[in-house]
Nanobody
Framework: QVQLVESGGGLVQPGGSLRLSCVASGFTFSSSAMNWYRQAPGKERELVAAITSDGANTIYADSVKGRFTMSRDNTKNTVYLQMNSLKPEATAEYYC??????RGQGTQVTVSS
């Protein structure tokens, strides 16, 4: 069964940190580039970060550069999104995505005092 399962979301104060995880199964994860997207209510989906299959290269949205870090562990079929210095505008549902498989169910991140 092809599956992407995110975790790690929650409520955090502005300036705080969260680490999201996405565990993949049912496909050859180590051959797949991966993405993290987010979507806030009433807004369009935004590509937050992307990583190549070997983890050697990453790209980030301008809005998160220097604060978010995407990584992966191909031995654990997992991608991560470390989010630091969080701002209220980061509040959204975050989900991981494989270009060939699709997206997970998402995890909610809320940044609020």
């Amino acid at each position: 069964q092809v599956q992407l399962v995110e975790s790690g979301g929650g409520l955090v104060q502005p300036g705080g940190s969260l680490r999201l995880s996405c565990v993949a199964s049912g496909f050859t994860f180590s051959s797949s580039a991966m993405n993290w997207y987010r979507q806030a209510p009433g807004k369009e989906r935004e590509l937050v970060a992307a990583i190549t299959s070997d983890g050697a290269n990453t790209i980030y949205a301008d809005s998160v550069k220097g604060r978010f870090t995407m990584s992966r562990d191909n031995t654990k079929n997992t991608v991560y999104l470390q989010m630091n210095s969080l701002k209220p505008e980061a509040t959204a549902e975050y989900y991981c995505d494989s270009p060939s498989i699709g997206r997970g169910q998402g995890t909610q991140v809320t940044v609020s005092s």
